[in-house]
């Protein structure tokens, strides 16, 4: 009988329920697609954060300190301490490996560049400039053997280079562009380039446009620095970029002083400081900083825009809670004549109240289920507008969301019902 | 005239028959217009604040001599007069720092041998909000302390407050160490002293390396002022940290498209939200109109009644709403950037005038009402 009278109540008036229910699915596809694309944005910005490049620098623990002014080192070749290039795979070893997005060795010649220009003859005098050797796209070979690419296309992605990358086995070069501009140096060109005592020729592949000190120097692969500085398989500097969570109080703890479940959790959360901590375990003879001005910057933005973004989700939950509640209290104000003939044929109050819940909840769902999936649409389609990549849809959010939907029609009705519980029956059938 | 008498009559006596109910709505109408104004003005103060925020990156704009030809240490340098230009240039809420670098022998007091460092001569000019008249702001000028970067300071074995003798060629300073915290940057190997002492020690009175500028703005200011300061000053290079600019341009976009959507969804479902209650209490006007029409009440001239009681009460919770909205966002901006979000008077008129637009739009329904008969309703049909 309790079935029947309900399924007789949406049959009845099949117009009536649609309309709240629409009402009730409009709201949570909303606040779906909040949720949806508010959960995700952490992770969808900290990769926009890569953008920034390196937030990680690696260097030898015991160098000399580096002389270098406007990109130029001063420090004589053979000062200074260098790492062993065979070792880079291992980085990919550590437990935050997959939050590692790119990394590059980074080697400086001091030089003299001659310059073979194919369209001008005259030969000019040796200019001093820097070499940078580095992977423009290096296959780094993992320890499981796998290889793994990487190098300054991920590392530094705001490079823009007109023309070619060099490749990283030939004897090719990038010249920054006011390097070109003072040498008219133009692809295709050839450097005659002499650093002490040994010398090489590579092909200009393309003008590199970096706007740091790199748009002075010369760009090649590491390999031809190495044999220029005569120290083969050894590299500098090493840039790595990775995700990471913003740093709290609890990151900048000295892991030394830590006990052993602080540093369980300390190790097992992807903070810059504590990937460089790992990295110094794998690497012997180096130190790991975490570039301070990207790392901070990226922390204190992120937080922000997460909290912003809560913030207004918050908000749509609340103008959702707003309808659904204002439309579930009108449909049972609506049904107060309903109400009071079922109270004189003599129904008790509670009876009424669950019938009357019942039909609210049954609502909620069909309306909240239908909402996500409307929601989950629309965060689609927001994601991939804002960000080019869709959201996961997530149960939690659909567990969340269908919560939500039956709280919020209970409460909306149970003012209204704890009214219609008090109403008297004769009044109500007279029409007063 | 009678007739406008008689109708605001009518109005006033709607809103007074109906209390409880009104009360109802002009709060889901306030409600509405204060998340409407709290959100659209956390929306426009937002971009700017997030601007702001990527200041924490540093300096975005470098601006370097243009001829480079030579590579001996500080000799290609700027005059001062160019920093005057960059200064005098400068936006609200921008900083420009001049550096001039060289390479010294540096010498500690307990230290056996000299060990060769970068030093960098600095001088920060930065503009103040208020007056906006830039300033010189030298902190380390006249108490002779200089900045050392932790590597620096590790080479030297220094100590806090140790003495240290910097030289070059003839000229020397001397000054009391300051260990810098560590940055992972180039300042970490470096030296920073005054301007005036690094300008001494190379003997380049009046000359820097460049200057680094903090500017603040959307990606497009940006370019913008990069194109007219290089236009300003022809004898240097002024050019974007291609690193920083780029990825601010990248993230402000997304940022703000974000924004974007969330406060339209809201915006949309709040609307939902008053439409909702205002469609309820249009239909349980039933009666109400029923009789008006039996008494000779045109249908055009009911309707306009029941659309100026929903113009005033719009017009009432909007004027309410938006003024608590704005109260709300100036919270909000507080709880998310540590600032408090300066109210924007526009953002006053243009919610109240969206909760109107709102509250008549939501009354539509009452156009079903016209077709009502007036006997039908008063034998409790329908």
Known sequence: ??????????????????????????????????????????????????????????????????????????RPANSGSYLPE????????????????????????????????????????????????????????????RGYATGMDQTNSWWHVDGKWFRDDAPEAIVGKSFAARTNIKPGDTLHINSADRSTALTVTGILSAGGPEDDAIVAPLQIAQQLANKPGQYRRLYVSALTK????????????????????????????SISYQIEQVLPGVDAHVIRRV????????????????????????????????????????????????????????????LLAAEQLLLAFVG????????????RILGEKIFGVAPEPSILVFIIILALAACVTLLGSAIPLHR????????????? | MPDRKMFWRIVRRLFAAQRGRLLVILLALGASAALTAALLNLQVDARDRLTREFRVFGANIIVTPRDTKSSVAGVVTLDESTVEKVRQSLPPRASADSYLYLVASVSAANSVQPVSAVIAGQRTAR???????????????????????????????????????????????????????????????????????????????????LIQLSVAGTPREIREYIAALAQNIPEADVHGLRQFT?????????????????????????????????????????????????????????????????????????????????????????????VAARPRLIVYPVSVALTILVAIVSSYPLRRLANISPASVFRGEA
Not at chain 1, 119 to 139: E, F, R, Y
Not at chain 2, 149 to 166: F, I, N, S
Not at chain 2, 172 to 181: G, L, P, R
């Open chain 1, 1 to 74: 009988m309790f079935l029947r009278l309900v399924a007789d109540s949406f049959g009845r008036r099949p117009r009536r329920k649609l309309l709240t229910g629409a009402a009730l699915a409009l709201g949570m596809a909303v606040v779906t697609a909040a949720f949806s694309v508010s959960l995700d944005v952490g992770d969808r910005l900290a990769h926009e954060f890569r953008a920034l490049g390196a937030n990680l620098l690696i260097t030898p623990q015991a160098d000399s300190l580096p002389l270098q002014i406007g990109g130029v080192d001063y």
């Open chain 2, 127 to 209: 503009i103040d909000q208020s007056s906006l008249k830039s300033a010189i702001v030298t902190p380390r000028d006249n108490k002779n302390l200089c900045l050392v970067g932790v590597k620096a300071a590790q080479q030297l074995h220094l100590q806090p407050g140790d003495r240290l003798t910097l030289q070059n060629d003839k000229t020397q300073e001397s000054c009391i160490s300051v260990i810098a915290e560590a940055r992972g940057d180039a300042q970490d190997s470096q030296i920073v002293v005054t301007l005036d002492a690094a300008q001494r020690l190379a003997s380049l009175p009046n000359k820097v390396s």
């Open chain 1, 86 to 145: 065979q070792d880079l795979g291992k980085i990919k070893t550590i437990f935050w490996r997959n939050n590692i997005v790119g990394f590059a060795p980074v080697m400086e010649v001091p030089t003299e560049v001659l310059i073979d220009a194919s369209t001008n003859s005259t030969p000019s005098s040796p200019i001093k400039t820097t070499l940078a050797g580095t992977w423009a796209h290096h296959s780094v070979a993992l320890p499981d053997g």
């Open chain 1, 295 to 354: 790392a901070e910057g990226e922390g204190s933005i992120l937080t922000r825009v997460r909290t912003l973004l809560w913030l207004a989700s918050f908000a749509a939950l609340l103008a959702a809670a707003l309808a659904v509640g204002a439309s579930s209290a009108a449909a049972v104000i609506e049904r107060r004549s309903e109400i009071g003939l079922m109270k004189a044929i003599g129904a008790g109050a509670g009876t009424i109240g669950f």
């Open chain 1, 246 to 273: 913003p740093e709290d109080d609890f990151a900048r703890r000295n892991p030394t002083t830590m006990n052993a479940a602080d540093l369980e959790r300390w190790s097992c959360s992807p903070y810059a400081s």
């Open chain 1, 368 to 379: 909240g289920g239908v909402g996500y999936a409307i929601g989950i649409i629309l965060a």
């Open chain 1, 420 to 432: 219609a519980s008090r109403y008297e029956a004769a009044p109500i059938l007279r029409g007063e």
């Open chain 2, 246 to 338: 780029d990825a601010e341009a990248k993230i402000y976009t997304r940022v703000s498209g974000l924004l974007t959507a969330t406060t339209a969804l809201v915006l949309a479902l709040t609307g939902l939200c008053v439409m909702a209650a205002m469609t309820n209490v249009a239909m349980e006007r039933k009666n109400d109109v029923g009789l008006m029409k039996a008494i000779g009440g045109a249908t055009r001239r009911v309707l306009r009644l029941f659309l100026a009681e929903a113009a005033l009460l719009g017009l009432a919770g909007g004027l309410v709403g938006a003024a608590a909205g704005l109260l709300l966002s100036i919270w909000l901006g507080k709880t998310v950037f540590g």
